[in-house]
């Protein structure tokens, strides 16, 4: 399955293992949801280790820790579609965290409908019978 299949195609492939993956790399990780501040929307799930948390705190953007390139991810930067921290929170067991953002672009998805960004990676809805569809 090709990628764009994989990020914007109709078939259902969860992968299950991911968790396991980051388990295994180098890097000390914790899950980071970006919301928009303004309407709610959650837009993307990443990665961050302290680096990225430090830097997003210090640029006001959301930075994360790429999992599958093992690098620096200040989300934005190729494409311009930054995400402008307004507010970064906690959960309970200070093993996750919530970017609250406004975005500074065309969307937060790095993948494209009719050549425009996605405002968010949440675009697909599961139905019950186990089919996705475009939400």
Known sequence: MSDKELEEGLALRLDFGKLRKIASGTADVI????????TGE???LGYVNELALQTALREKKATFWSTSRNELWIKGLTSGDFL????????????SILYKVRPAGQGACHTKENGKARSGCYYRR????GTLEKA
């Open 126 to 129: 599961l139905r019950a019978d």
């Open 31 to 38: 899950p980071a949801v970006a919301q928009d501040a303004q």
């Open 42 to 44: 959650v837009l993307i």
């Open 84 to 95: 402008e921290l307004l507010e970064v929170r906690v959960n309970c067991e200070q093993n």
